[in-house]
């Protein structure tokens, strides 16, 4: 649902552009989202009265991301907005701490319109909780926590470190210590390869068909979990334990070398992230 409005909030300001008209402001957009709200007409000529059946944060979080989106563009950080496509990256965001409740004792999550909901428990939520945010992925539910709490600065230990990635070896490090590749694919292959060939059997497009397609997302969410997971716990043992560490990298802004280094930079500064 927020999707739907960001689309359409999208489609008002091109078509303002178009008419010579100067840009609404978030303000300006939420006024319109209080029209669309109360039946009136919305760019694209459909009336979606069942917005107002919804959370009015959610749908308000998706207009401070189109003006954020068109800010980047205007400061040449990103492209120009795109729509969002149904199944792709869907999430929604409640921003009002005064509108959540956490029953960690119990494992339920309060959310407006959504009331008391049973959630599996990956960590304890430390602080005040500030805002949530649910997305889906691969059919499942997530619910990410943002929490306030003061934190002691960490204290780095050990010496300086060299750090070469590789692709025999993961990560060496310059006092010998090494990290094997995962090989997450290998492990999944044989599963992966037997499902593409079911799904190349199935008329395109048929509920067949989807659900083998399910079936591959699924598998690729795995290999992709099991990564991140790796990374995650490489990366966090090496924070704690060097000081100062020198990563050779190439010059390719999207290289592996120079993400994973970026990801050691936040959790020296900010402390470990675990998903």
């Not at 989106?69 to 492209?79: E, I, L, Q, V």
């Not at 119990?106 to 997305?135: A, I, M, Q």
């Not at 929490?147 to 990560?171: L, N, Y």
């Not at 997450?184 to 008329?203: D, G, Y």
Request: proline share 5%; aromatic share 10%; net charge positive.
């Amino acid at each position: 649902m927020p999707g739907f409005v960001f689309n359409e909030a999208l489609s008002l300001q091109m078509a303002r552009y178009d008419a010579g008209e100067k840009k609404l402001s978030y303000a300006g957009l939420c006024k319109e989202l209080t029209k669309w709200r109360n039946g009136e007409p919305m760019p694209s000529g459909r009336v979606a009265a069942w917005l107002a059946d919804a959370p009015v944060h959610p749908l308000q979080q998706a207009l401070k991301d189109l003006e954020r989106a068109y800010g980047n563009f205007f400061a040449k950080r990103a492209d120009f907005p795109r729509f969002k496509k149904k199944g792709q990256s869907d999430r929604f965001r409640y921003p009002d701490p005064k509108q959540i409740k956490l029953d960690q004792a119990n494992g339920r999550l309060f959310l407006p319109k959504l009331g008391w909901l049973r959630y599996r428990l990956s960590r304890d939520v430390l602080g005040e909780v500030r805002s949530v945010t649910v997305s889906q992925s691969c059919g499942k539910w997530h619910a990410s926590i943002l929490a306030e709490r003061e934190v002691e600065q960490p204290i780095p230990k050990g010496g300086a470190v060299g750090i070469d990635m590789g692709v025999a070896r993961f990560a060496t490090l310059s006092d010998g210590t090494f990290y094997a590749p995962l090989n997450s694919f290998k492990r999944h292959e044989t599963a992966l390869r037997k499902a593409q060939q079911a799904m190349s059997r199935k008329v395109k497009f048929s509920n067949n068909w989807k659900k083998a397609k399910a079936r591959i997302q699924k598998i690729h969410s795995r290999i992709g979990n099991a990564r991140r997971d790796y990374l995650h716990k490489v990366t966090t043992t090496i924070s704690k334990t060097t000081r100062w560490r020198a990563l050779r990298t190439c010059r390719c802004g999207t290289c592996p070398s120079r993400l994973r280094a970026r990801r050691m930079h936040r959790e020296e500064t900010f402390g470990p992230s675990l998903d």
